[in-house]
């Protein structure tokens, strides 16, 4: 008969091993912590138990799992001890749950961590990755985090959004609608742009979704978000280094290897570092109908955005424009805007083409204003835009 005390006692050695050391809470290293533990004095059933019980407890977000669990929760933030708020689509919202102290929320920010196999402590005190279900994890260990440890959770959706979810939800309406399927049926390349939780992503993943299910999409992500209903979908995931400073992987990495995998689409779902170099190679080298997101907030920003990605990864001003005239044909642009009572509405407002002027250098033109609600309202670029669609699917 096994003591109780020692296995206890195991528990917590075990627990904190993989804590600390930032291992994944799968069941070989919970195993292999617990025989390196002394588990060979402990029974096969007993051992087992153990490791049941420690991968729960690493895997599961505790006080704020029935939260998560709530299939209208979109958002869990954790500001402090008592100070939990979540959003279902009305804004941010205080719950009463209590996480105790400091000590608690720390603990539960390193659980998550090591569930999504990442290091969390003073030497690493920030982490962005993704849990075992999906959702997207973000901490920060004080006292970089003036008052206390912050976790901010994101909940995947449920289930894959298209382009009648967003007609319904007054995201994009019929006129929209059409001049973005043509877009995808055309092949063309191009960036969804927006500000910060604008919905970039999700109209991204609606996009893809529309791609023929004779083609291959290769999704390229630091950390996985899209969800394209597509059924021939690959997936690369970029990695940090490891406690010693090696293994890491970049999305430029990623970006190289990728186009050996035969690539329909090509989608980089985030573009925010030097990757944006061979992303605008590959655009320029035949692989058509290839985009992805960045952060901008309007759609005459983009260039200058990608300008300052690219020029920071060693491009010349000029390459950066003669790439982008070549190998880029448009941009979508998404907003996001506040309404009473906390909820927001996100909308795509603008279809823009990729101009190049007398002085070589590129500048986004208005084709279409596509705002729900309002007549589809014709740009200066709206009928070469027409003629590239024509072009493309003859």
């Not at 007993?46 to 929760?73: E, F």
């Not at 500000?195 to 609606?206: D, E, N, P, Q, V």
């Amino acid at each position: 008969m096994t003591d109780s005390g020692f296995v206890s006692g195991a528990l917590d050695r075990v627990r904190t091993r993989l804590v600390a050391n930032g291992t994944p809470a799968t069941a070989p290293t919970v195993a292999a912590a617990i025989r390196a533990d002394g588990g060979a004095v402990l029974g096969d059933r007993v051992v087992l138990d153990i490791a049941d019980h420690v991968q729960t407890w690493l895997s599961r977000a505790g006080p704020l799992q029935p939260l998560l669990d709530d299939p209208g929760v979109t958002d869990v933030l954790v500001n402090g001890p008592s100070e939990v708020w979540f959003d279902r689509g009305e804004g941010l919202q205080r719950t009463g749950i209590d996480l105790r102290d400091e000590t608690s929320v720390r603990s539960l920010a390193q659980r998550l961590s090591v569930a999504a196999g990442r290091r969390l402590d003073d030497a690493a005190p920030w982490v962005d990755a993704r849990l075992p279900d999906g959702t997207r994890l973000h901490a920060v260990l004080s006292p970089v985090a003036r008052s206390g440890t912050c976790i901010s959770l994101r909940v995947p959706p449920r289930r894959p959004f298209d382009l009648d979810d967003l007609e319904e939800a007054g995201s994009v309406d019929q006129a929209g609608r059409r001049l973005l399927e043509d877009v995808i049926e055309a092949r063309l390349s191009f960036l969804v742009t927006g500000g910060t939780g604008a919905g970039k992503t999700t109209l991204l993943s609606c996009l893809l979704g529309l791609v023929p299910d004779t083609e291959r999409l290769v999704l390229v992500e630091d950390t996985g978000e899209l969800a394209p209903a597509h059924r021939h979908v690959v997936r690369l995931e970029a990695r940090p280094d490891n406690v010693e400073g090696r293994g890491g992987v970049s999305l430029r990495d990623l970006v190289r290897q990728s186009l050996r995998m035969r690539p329909d689409r090509l989608v980089v779902g985030e573009v925010r570092g030097a990757e944006v170099v061979e992303l605008l190679a590959a655009l320029n080298t035949g692989h058509e109908g290839g985009c992805g997101t960045i952060h901008a907030n309007a759609p005459m920003d983009v260039v200058a955005r990608v300008e300052a990605l690219a020029l920071a990864a060693g491009m010349t001003r000029a390459a950066v424009h003669s790439q982008l005239a070549a190998g880029l044909d448009a941009v979508i642009h998404v907003q996001r805007q506040a309404r009473p009572g906390g909820s927001a509405l996100r909308f795509v407002s603008e279809v823009g083409l990729l101009d190049r002027r007398p002085d070589g250098l590129v500048e986004v033109t208005t084709a279409a204003a596509v705002i729900p609600g309002t007549p589809l309202r014709r740009g200066p670029a709206y009928d070469r835009l027409c003629n590239v669609l024509t072009g493309r699917r003859t």
